[in-house]
Nanobody, 124 residues
Framework: QVQLVESGGGLVQAGDSLRLSCAAS????????MGWFRQAPGKEREFVAA????????YYADSLKGRFTISRDNAKNMVYLQMNSLKPEDTAVYYC?????????????????WGQGTQVTVSS
């Protein structure tokens, strides 16, 4: 089992950058593929990005390619989401998730564990 805690959210202006962090505890992080999801008010939770157990493969939502970058540091038990050129439509609660199977595509990434989320608000 793994516990996930997100941090790094906040209020920023359009065009700014933000880096979210996800700290994992419990079972070793390299046991899991990791992902980021987000949920905007009144909308369903959506896939943002995922990274394989040792970082060799990443996958992004098409609409976010080029602006968001997922990375991980297994030695530090950390996962990151670098977000650049933020837009008001990126406003959402961002969640970190762990998948016991090493799949990163949104159709195969089954989240076994979730963090509590961190709020990102982008003003125009």
């Amino acid at each position: 089992q793994v516990q996930l805690v997100e941090s790094g959210g906040g209020l920023v202006q359009a065009g700014d950058s933000l880096r979210l962090s996800c700290a994992a505890s419990g079972r070793t992080l390299s046991s899991y593929a990791m992902g980021w999801f987000r949920q905007a008010p009144g909308k369903e939770r959506e896939f943002v990005a995922a990274i394989s157990r040792f970082g060799g493969t990443t996958y992004y939502a098409d609409s976010l390619k080029g602006r968001f970058t997922i990375s991980r540091d297994n030695a530090k038990n950390m996962v990151y989401l670098q977000m650049n050129s933020l837009k008001p439509e990126d406003t959402a609660v961002y969640y970190c998730a762990a998948n016991r199977k090493d799949y990163v595509t949104p159709t195969l990434f089954m989240s076994d564990y979730w963090g509590q989320g961190t709020q990102v608000t982008v003003s125009s």
